[in-house]
């Protein structure tokens, strides 16, 4: 009996075919969430905050939070930062939070730069058994609140110019065990990675065209694709159109309000069989890049 409160709590996850880390739409917003190499290549003080709210109308669905801020040292061969994400779904939650450290040399005269880099901190998955149904009300987690929290770290490696990105990398390295939960709570932290990629192509003095993609890989579960395409229209206003593998569908537009400060949105609706229960996922992004009064980008920021 005490197994069926576990699968209750994982059966949402189930649906999102046993991947574990929580969905992003604007993904190439957001970098450092699943790469530490990416801290400090903005040139900036760079701070950012998404949330999302997925599968609306649907019972337990999941809500998500992020924050990260980090900045380059050293004329840009050193970067640091701090990530964190506050997760729900169903029963579930998972809060996390990670110092970032990243190290790069310039490649060519184009400023092309390779970064490694590594993240280290805390993970905290709880569960919250008292709104659960249950036949059995002896059950000894019923009505019970658990929680584990585990260090871990993470590494990654990305290469980047004004114009392209490259990553690879894994955000969590180590797999929770916990004996207690007859290894179910495994599954939550199982070890991700990811494969990031885009360009920015000039159409003409108006337009540009950036498509990206995120590759997600988990052991035993299928490989996750996320593509998006985006058009920069006066260096300020961007509107795209994303497809996640056999899931979803959408747009988005950010407007840089001005060179240091940008807000964002997305929606996407489900193509699978999720559509008919319920309507779609919202995801708002608000950015602010902080820069000495003096110095200005010497190039648009495109990632």
């Known amino acids: 009996m005490r197994k069926i409160i576990f699968i209750t709590a994982l059966f949402i996850s189930a649906f999102a075919q046993s991947q574990q880390d929580e969905q992003m739409s604007l993904y190439m917003q957001n970098q450092l969430y699943y790469n530490p190499a990416y801290a400090g290549s903005r040139n900036a003080l ?169 590759l997600k890989y988990t052991p035993k579960a299928p490989l996750t694709v996320d593509f998006n395409l985006s058009m920069l229209m006066y260096d300020q206003i961007w509107v795209g159109l994303l497809y996640r593998y056999n899931e979803a569908m959408g747009a988005n537009v950010i407007y840089n309000i001005k060179q240091t400060l940008s807000i964002g949105y997305t929606y996407d609706f489900p193509i699978n069989g999720l559509r008919t229960y319920q309507y779609g996922s919202h995801e708002v992004f608000l950015r602010y890049d902080f820069m000495p009064k003096k110095t200005n980008y010497t190039s648009p920021r495109y990632f």
């Not at 990260?68 to 004329?75: E, G, I």
């Not at 659960?132 to 871990?152: A, E, H, I, M, R």
Request: proline share 4%; glycine share 8%.
């Open 46 to 214: 760079s701070t950012i905050a998404i949330a999302r709210f997925q599968w609306v109308q649907f019972d337990g669905a999941p809500t998500t939070q992020w924050f990260s801020v980090h900045a380059p040292f050293l004329q840009q061969t050193l970067g640091a930062g701090i990530h964190a994400v506050n997760d729900r779904i169903g029963n579930r939650s998972r809060t996390a939070i990670f110092g970032d450290l990243s190290a790069s040399i310039q490649l060519n005269k184009q400023n092309t730069r390779l970064a490694a880099g590594l993240s280290g901190g805390i993970d905290v998955i709880g569960y919250d058994f008292s709104s659960v149904k249950v036949n059995d009300q002896n059950d000894p987690y019923y009505g019970s609140l658990y929680s584990v929290t585990k260090p871990n770290m993470g590494a990654g490696l990305y290469c980047y110019s004004d114009r392209f990105f490259v990553g690879l990398s894994s955000p969590r390295l180590f797999e929770m065990e916990d004996v207690l939960l007859d290894s179910l709570i495994d599954k939550l932290n199982t070890r991700h990675f990811f494969f990031s990629s885009g360009y920015v192509f000039d159409l003409n003095s108006v337009f540009k065209l950036k498509p990206s993609a995120l």
